[in-house]
């Protein structure tokens, strides 16, 4: 378990990192591997659901399951087994990153 706790402050931290500069990604939040991305718009903080619907398609094409959560589906959980490998974490990092990339967030 030590290992999974390791892997989730560099998931957190690969995420924050991607999620940098992105006004719509108003909070990345998180406890050992249990990671949520929350969209908002960011003059209004009204939540945001199409582009955590619009995340959620972009990972899957690229092969990663996400799932949403939140009252309005604006949150976007990642929440990876604690078996998870450091190679699925990086790759985990660099899915997210592109797919915020594409979304436009």
Known sequence: LANAAHQGEQLLA????AAEGRPSVVEVRGRGLMI????????TLAP??????????????????????GTFGQVV????????TDEEVDRARAVIGESLEAIGA
Do not use: M, N, Q, W
């Open 14 to 17: 690969g995420i924050r990192s």
């Open 36 to 43: 949520g991305i929350e969209f908002a718009d960011p003059e």
């Open 77 to 84: 959980r990642v929440i990876p087994p604690l078996i998870t």
């Open 48 to 69: 945001r659901p199409d582009l955590a619907k619009a995340l959620l398609h972009e990972a899957f094409e690229r092969k990663l399951l996400l799932l949403s959560c």
